[in-house]
T-cell receptor, first 115, second 113 residues
Framework: DVKVTQSSRYLVKRTGEKVFLECVQD?????MFWYRQDPGLGLRLIYF???????EKGDIPEGYSVSREKKERFSLILESASTNQTSMYLC??????????????FGEGSRLTVL | QKEVEQNSGPLSVPEGAIASLNCTYS??????FFWYRQYSGKSPELIMF????GDKEDGRFTAQLNKASQYVSLLIRDSQPSDSATYLC?????????????FGKGTKLSVIP
């Protein structure tokens, strides 16, 4: 089975702190994604990566950055956390080929609260 | 702006009935369509995908696609209380290098015993 593991299920941070969310997948998938999910707003793509060291902005990249130094690992970084970044963060991966890019496998999520 | 629209619900159906979940999309060039199920407090999981016009069946689930009408639906036959969840419709644009799924906001389904 595909496994996408997010390092922290729950985090509480203070405004202005730097926050790292880690994600590891074990299926040799080329594509990795970071979403946030908020009530009434649905799933929104923050960043994605289709190859090591490659990254592309999604719909809401402001306030976030990402790092993909190894194929299996994709990190989301909040340089200076703000209260409006309180959310559920979901990492996902998918294979490269064609429609396979839409078959996402999600991690369990990281619920971040910024005080 | 590519959009995917779903009725937010909640959609309530009695146990054993057919649940019909609908989705429309704005990008006429979209080629691939996905249904994800998300239980409360859990992550989304893929349950169906469809690429061609018509119906695709998998057990109690049937996905229907009508590209001319830009409409995709999910039918759940013999609905069970365990089907109670939020169902997310997602659309992948056509073209090389298309990686970014557009998700609808989801329809919450409640199956009443």
């Amino acid at each position: 089975d595909v496994k996408v593991t997010q390092s922290s299920r729950y985090l509480v941070k203070r405004t202005g702190e730097k926050v790292f969310l880690e994600c590891v997948q074990d299926m040799d998938h080329e594509n990795m994604f970071w979403y946030r999910q908020d009530p009434g707003l649905g799933l929104r793509l923050i960043y994605f990566s289709y190859d090591v060291k490659m990254k592309e902005k999604g719909d809401i990249p402001e306030g976030y950055s990402v790092s993909r130094e190894k194929k299996e690992r994709f990190s989301l970084i909040l340089e200076s956390a703000s209260t409006n970044q309180t959310s559920m963060y979901l990492c996902a991966s998918s294979s490269e080929a064609g429609e396979g890019t839409g078959e996402l496998f999600f991690g369990e999520g990281s619920r971040l609260t910024v005080l | 702006q590519k959009e995917v629209e779903q009725n937010s619900g909640p959609l309530s159906v009695p146990e054993g009935a057919i649940a019909s979940l609908n989705c429309t999309y704005s990008d006429r060039g979209s080629q691939s369509f996905f249904w994800y199920r998300q239980y409360s407090g859990k992550s989304p999981e893929l349950i169906m995908f469809i690429y061609s016009n018509g119906d695709k069946e998998d057990g109690r689930f049937t996905a229907q696609l009508n590209k001319a009408s830009q409409y995709v639906s999910l039918l759940i036959r013999d609905s069970q209380p365990s089907d109670s969840a939020t169902y997310l419709c997602a659309v992948l644009p056509s073209g090389a290098g298309s990686y970014q799924l557009t998700f609808g906001k989801g329809t919450k389904l409640s199956v009443i015993p």
